[in-house]
């Protein structure tokens, strides 16, 4: 089994995250990087350092239309099922970033508003249906 690496960006209540888990040849987690999210051009950069000449699994657009520019960099386009680990790691880690960062935990009449208006988003979007 080859190498690869599964990319993503993941919100951690207000705040986007990079999400960077590499596998390596025996299907083990290898190395995982997360970084706050700026915009995709860094996001590519940091999954290059990551690794180089690697398959890199997203079910993120934006990334994956970022690392088609980038030679060396093999984005391949899966669904949220198969890049779930990404959400995986940000919810284990969750205590660790809010201390790293130093964001205090949301009240809870902000994040049952801010679930809200991303679900009433994703509805008026069309929920995924015109994505690639």
Known sequence: MDSFIIANVERLENELFLVVV????????????????????SAVITIAEVAYKVDVWSSDTTLYKAMLEVPGLNGII???????????????????????????????????????????????????????
């Open 22 to 41: 590499l596998y390596g040849d025996d299907g083990y987690i290898a190395d995982r990087v997360i970084v706050p999210y700026e915009n995709a051009e």
């Open 78 to 132: 899966k669904h949220p099922d198969d890049t779930s680990e990404t959400g995986r790691q940000i919810e284990e880690l969750m205590q660790i970033l809010r201390q790293e960062f130093e964001r205090p935990a949301l009240p809870r009449w902000r994040k049952w508003l801010s679930s809200l208006f991303r679900r009433m988003t994703r509805l008026i979007e069309g929920d995924g249906k015109y994505e690639i």
